[in-house]
Each structure stands twice: as C-alpha cells, then as structure tokens.
C-alpha cells in the first residue's frame, strides 16, 4: 500500500506547477495550493510579511506535501476513513475540498445507510463507511471513484466555464474526469462513445 507521502507526490503531480486561470475560482494555484490555502494558513513563503501571488509562484513541492498531509488528510480525518478510500478521497479533497466528503456520504446514503451530507468526517461518516467496506469490500473503491465522475460532469453541467476540465478541445475525456477515473478500475472507465454522449448537450 501506498505511503500518504506517495500519495500526496502524485497529487502534486497531477495538480502540476503555477497557474492561475481567471476561470478558476481557486485563483492562482500551485501544486495544487491555491493563494486561498496560503493565506487561511499564514504561509508567508518569501518572509515579506504578506501572501501574496508570490508565495505562491515560490511554493516548493515540500511545503505543498506538507500543507496536504497536514490540512487535507489528516486534518479533516481521511486518515480514519477504510484505505480502500483514503487515495481517492485525499486526491478530490485537494482538488474540491469537503464536497469529496458530500460525495463520500451521498454514497453511503444511496447504500441504505443513514448518514447526514454535512461535507464533514466526524464518527458517523467513519462508522458508516466502515460499515459500507463490510458490505461491498471488493467495490467500495470503484462506487466512490465513479460517483466523483458524476460530480465533476454535474458541476460541469450547472457552470459552463468549468466544462473545459471535463472535457478537451478535442472531444477527449478532460483532466477532472481522467483524474477520477484513476482510481477507478479500468473496467468501469468509460469508452470515448460514452464520454461523447455524456457532454453531446455541451455542444
């Protein structure tokens, strides 16, 4: 099994360096970290006092490791959730902050266990999704991976400017819905056909 450490290297990785899309509401973002994280942690990267877009653009992959583990895994209590989960739940973590925890217990709600949608690992969330590895442990993975698919093509519906992550200019499956099929197994990936039917309505 893979270290929270790796873990957080790929998602490093798949975030990649300095950006900062006006169509992003996270604004400038590196690594993953957007100027949003630095400054609701005080990270003063360069010492000048402020966080400013400078922080971000000298952000070293150690400190955004760091940032991850600390505030996304661990502080929000993935690290209690079956391991099954853990990875795919970080990575979207990262990536949508507590709706990957929504989409997590919309799930185990949909699998007849009671659950309130708060966006929030508390012990009810850790108690249900125990209960839910004991139930499908063989499926687990896949049903969480597959239902973060459906997020990302839902909130691509609703905000016309997100529809580029879903999908590429060249009709190919965009970075959200690659990224989310990482974790699912290959099996239930879906073939260009179905990926074209899915955002045919995006014209």
Do not use: C
Not at 79 to 103: C, H, I, K, T, W
Not at 137 to 155: F, S, T
Not at 170 to 192: C, M, N
């Amino acid at each position: 099994m893979k270290t929270v450490q790796q873990i957080a290297d790929e998602i490093i990785a798949r975030e990649g360096g300095y950006v900062n899309d006006p169509s992003d509401p996270g604004g400038a973002t590196k690594y993953g970290v957007t100027i949003g994280t630095l400054r609701r942690l005080g990270v003063d990267v360069d010492g000048d006092g402020k966080v400013s877009i400078s922080d971000v653009r000298q952000l070293s992959r150690e400190q955004a490791r760091d940032i991850f583990i600390t505030h996304y895994f661990h502080g929000p209590r993935i690290d209690e959730l079956p391991p099954v989960l853990q990875a795919s739940v970080f990575d979207m973590y990262v990536n949508a902050g507590s709706n990957a925890v929504r989409v997590l217990q919309r799930l185990l709600g949909d699998m007849g266990i009671k659950i309130a949608v708060d966006g929030v690992i508390g012990p009810q969330t850790i108690e249900a999704a125990q209960i839910a590895q004991s139930l499908a442990p063989h499926h687990l993975a896949d049903a969480y991976g597959i239902a973060r698919r459906n997020y990302y093509y839902a909130l691509a519906d609703r905000r016309p400017s997100s529809r580029k992550y879903a999908t590429r200019r060249d009709g190919g499956k965009g970075g959200w819905i690659v990224r989310a099929e990482a974790f699912i197994s290959p099996r239930y990936h879906l073939t260009q056909a179905e990926h074209d039917a899915r955002v045919a309505s995006w014209g």
